[in-house]
Structure formats: C-alpha cells, structure tokens
C-alpha cells in the first residue's frame, strides 16, 4: 500500500519505453481476450473486450504516445478504473511494482520530456531512470 510519503506504482514497457501507472487506478492486469473492432473512432482505440460482463474500450497506448506504430501484437493489457469508468491499455510487458519517494515526483511540465506532458500525472525520477505516470482521467478524453 501507499504511505505518506510514497506513490506506488505499477512499471510497464511499451516499445523499449517505460511507463508507469499508480497501482490505486489500476483494477487488473492480464492476457488479452478477444477484442471486437470499434470503427470511427481515435486511431488509438483499437476495439472493446469484455471485462466481466461489460464492454472496455482497449487502447493502444503506442499509437497514442508515439508517432507510429510498430504493429507488434500486444498480449496484455491492464484495466484502469477511471472517473467515466474502465478502461483497457495494451502494453508490451509488466516490469513489477515500486515504490515511489514523493521527493523523486516532478510535474512533466517541469522537464524537457519527449512526449506530450497531458498524458502524464507526474513524472518520477531515478538515479539514471526517468518513469513517467499515466494521467488515466485524460486518457478518457481519447474514448469520448
């Protein structure tokens, strides 16, 4: 669990990338079920997958952060709970839990960072390690 002066969080690549989650959004990580094609919408949302009896739109987080595509099959995919509700990300591979010093969090806005700082809550950084947290709420705005 968080302590007061910690954030845990969950640790994932994405094409070589990592990335983080706060464990506290996150509902359940697993292997990828079958997806159903959603047409019309952002390029990032690749379909719905039934996740206990409700359809999740499942996003592909590579499409949305980086310029293209590499079109490898994704296998996992983690469920966030979201003010609007679930959400599905696809990612590459879990690297584990880790908690986060609340001295080591920066704002993205505060650091020259290669990706669009509205995806992300904060940013931790580690002896030779940057980890940029998933801002789950914005990434909502991508499913409406």
Not at 7 to 24: T, Y
Not at 68 to 86: M, Q, R, V
């Amino acid at each position: 669990m968080e302590e007061e002066g910690s954030i845990l969080i969950l640790n994932f690549l994405l094409r070589g990338e990592r990335f983080g989650l706060k464990v506290s959004d996150t509902l359940e990580v697993n292997r990828l079920p079958e997806m159903f094609p959603v047409h019309g919408t952002d390029k990032s949302v690749v379909g719905l997958i039934n996740l206990h009896g409700k359809s999740i739109p499942l996003i592909a987080l590579d499409r949305l952060l980086m310029s293209k595509s590499e079109g490898k099959k994704h296998e996992l995919f983690i469920a966030l709970n979201t003010k609007k509700g679930p959400l599905c990300l696809l990612v590459d591979e879990l690297i584990g839990f880790e908690k986060i010093p609340k001295k080591d969090v920066k704002k993205p806005e505060d650091m020259s960072f290669k990706f669009d700082i509205h995806y992300f809550q904060f940013v931790c950084l580690k002896p030779g390690t940057i980890i940029p947290v998933l801002d789950v709420n914005f990434l909502t705005k991508i499913t409406e």
